[in-house]
């Protein structure tokens, strides 16, 4: 069995691609308040929100459990409406050697796609690939586009 792994997931978002991608660069504060069931809290640790270099603390609910994660912007793009995270401390770290997060909107015939990618590899065979993660973000972009929706 590999230890490196990618798990892809694309998901129409009908309120629109910019804004998801102006919440997760410039407002990802912002998510906890959208979803409080998925994400307690999101905390600028060092840099400033939407730069590349800038260091970000989450808080969020995984398998019923409140879970830590410190990620570093590693790029934006902004024609791509692409972000990238890795994380460098937190629960994942306990699973993976190294976990890259990249979220990016794309429109394709009016439709835009959110895509999230997870590019990992675990510390050992035993440890799971990182599916219900996965599930997680696609949880969180489906509770963001009925927030988005209903606001006036």
Not at 26 to 47: A, D, M, R
Request: hydrophobic share 40%.
């Amino acid at each position: 069995m590999g230890l490196h792994g990618k798990l892809v997931a694309a998901i129409e978002f009908k309120a629109g691609g910019d804004v998801f991608h102006e919440l997760f660069r410039h407002k990802p504060q912002h998510i906890s308040t959208i979803s409080p069931e998925i994400v307690k809290g999101c905390e600028l640790h060092e840099g400033e929100f939407g730069h590349v270099g800038s260091i970000i603390c989450w808080d969020y609910i995984h398998d019923g459990k409140v879970k830590k994660a410190k990620e570093v912007i590693q790029l934006i793009d902004e024609e791509k409406k692409l972000i990238q995270f890795k994380v460098i401390e937190g629960d994942l770290m306990e699973l993976y050697k190294d976990f890259v997060i990249t979220i990016y909107v794309e429109t394709n015939d009016g439709i835009d796609l959110v895509t999230c990618t997870l590019e990992y590899e675990m510390l050992n065979e035993d440890v799971e690939h990182p599916v219900s993660i996965l599930s997680l973000f696609i949880d969180l972009t489906k509770v963001i586009e009925t927030h988005h929706l209903t606001q006036p």
